[in-house]
């Protein structure tokens, strides 16, 4: 075991998913609060339009990124089970398809995204004074999918071998650029919206380049070997047999989003302003129970290959509860410090009181999704992706939308459309977990 790599099938469940979920917790948070550092600096320094502009593009930036992050969670998962039943020969096959598909995935998403997004945003009823500033900011910050697509790619082969800090120093140093290059043209360059999209892609580049650099230099077995880069016809079909149906689990969110921030746009600026600025909680809270989920899936695959099923269910329930209290205890955290957080992004006393209303419905229902998000990783460890994915349609975007058009179309409150987060989360978790319990069950003693 290399110094940086973590045997997943041994020892404490609860102190090493702990260890191991940490510096991805402190990965995750880097990425926000260097996200929430494009937001904040064009809202102190560019104005109220240049952050509803920047914020209006928020659902559409976490669809796609949410996409990429969901075939990462695959090959995460894959190359998980291979390390615990240490086939060597089908883990090297794996990595190097799996970095060709990220690289093709990652430039789909740019081309398509640039040549759709003002139709997209108009679709999602963009506010005309803010469209011209949110089509430029997304068209430059989409040129950073192919590298943001290859990061995701290495950060998840480099998790299925518990190696979670290497991954953490090559985003901080990124993420610092990334601040200082915000600072630059927004203030210096006078760029606004474009600088901060600028330097985004700039630290997205870095980030890539540093860990596609570690993944040709080690010698572990997951490593890159220019010369064995090509596409294994069968690794080919495992990959997207579970990466695909888990990158739509993600792409679904966002879609059910989309119909949400259509709603939001329904309101007044102030409404529309400051819900984006409310909105800037969820990816905090969302990528630190993330790190759990990442953990779960990891474990219970490596877990499922060496045969060892006690340490699954294990790993489900340590990974579940430390889930829920992070959602819980921030949640409510988030709530006491309304004032301070949302002052961050703006100076505007009205938008404050608009994300205040968000936050005050939310600060609750963030626990509820670890119930449903956590069970998900954990039949994603399992190699189960498909009927997840259904669950996830039926419970996240159809039942999101009927209340959209029945419940919010009654009431028409900003608090009403706030409510259906909880609820289908509620209801989509059930689900879940009855799903997990039937698979689980029926697990033999061989891997995949």
């Known amino acids: ?12 469940l609860f102190k090493k998913i702990a260890i191991f979920s940490i510096p991805l917790m402190f990965s995750n948070i880097l990425q926000v609060l260097f996200n929430m550092s494009d937001i904040a600096v064009v809202g102190k320094f560019a104005g109220s ?32 089970l291979y390390i615990g039943s240490r086939s060597d020969k089908d883990l090297t096959e794996t990595v190097h398809t799996a970095a060709i598909l990220s690289f093709i995935l990652g430039m789909l998403l740019m081309i ?33 999918m192919p590298a943001l697509s290859m990061y995701n790619f290495g950060n998840a082969v480099l998790s299925a071998a518990g190696d979670t800090r290497r991954p953490l120093y090559y985003l901080t140093f990124a993420g610092i650029l990334n601040v200082i290059l915000n ?32 993944l040709l230099k080690t010698d572990s077995s997951f490593g890159i070997t220019l010369s064995a880069l090509h596409m294994t016809r069968d690794k080919v079909r495992r990959i997207l047999s579970i990466s695909v149906p888990s990158a739509f689990q993600n792409t679904i969110f966002a879609i059910a989003n989309l119909f949400v921030q259509t709603g939001v746009n329904s309101f007044d600026h102030i409404m529309v302003e400051g819900n984006s600025a409310a909105q800037n909680a969820d990816p905090l809270l969302y990528d630190l129970m993330a790190a759990i989920y990442t953990a779960c899936a990891s474990f219970i695959a490596q ?40 002052s961050l992004f703006t100076n505007d006393r009205e938008v404050v009181d ?9 600060a609750l229902s963030y626990s509820i999704s670890a119930f449903m998000d956590c069970t998900i990783a954990a039949s994603r460890g399992l190699g189960k992706t498909i009927v997840p994915t259904v669950m996830v349609i039926l419970g996240s975007c159809v039942f999101r939308i009927i209340w959209i058009y029945t419940i919010f179309a009654y009431f028409h409150t900003i608090q009403s459309l706030y409510l259906l987060y909880a609820f289908s989360w509620s209801i989509t978790a059930l689900a879940q977990i009855i799903y997990f319990v039937i698979i689980y069950r029926r697990i033999g003693k061989q891997p995949l």
């Open 49 to 80: 339009l240049a952050l509803g502009s920047v914020g209006s593009t928020s659902i559409l930036v976490t669809l796609f990124t949410g996409l990429l992050i969901g075939f990462a969670g695959g090959i995460n998962a894959l190359t998980a």
């Open 303 to 342: 877990n499922y290959g060496a045969q060892k099923k006690d340490r699954v269910l294990k790993s489900y329930f340590i990974s579940l509860f430390y889930s829920f209290m992070i959602g819980l205890v921030l949640g409510c955290a988030l709530y006491l410090f309304r004032y301070p957080f949302l």
């Open 183 to 214: 600072l630059f043209f927004v203030i210096v360059c006078k760029l606004d919206v474009a600088g901060v999209a600028i330097a985004s892609i700039s630290s997205q580049y870095i980030s890539a380049l540093l860990i596609l650099r570690l």
């Open 354 to 362: 608009a994300g205040i209303i968000r936050l005050s419905v939310m």
């Open 112 to 144: 398509f995204g640039i040549l759709f997004t003002p139709q997209v945003l108009r679709l999602i009823n963009t506010k005309d004074e803010l469209i011209n500033g949110a089509v430029l900011y997304l068209r430059i910050y989409l040129l950073g």
């Open 1 to 12: 075991m290399k110094k940086y790599e973590m045997n997943l099938c041994e020892g404490s």
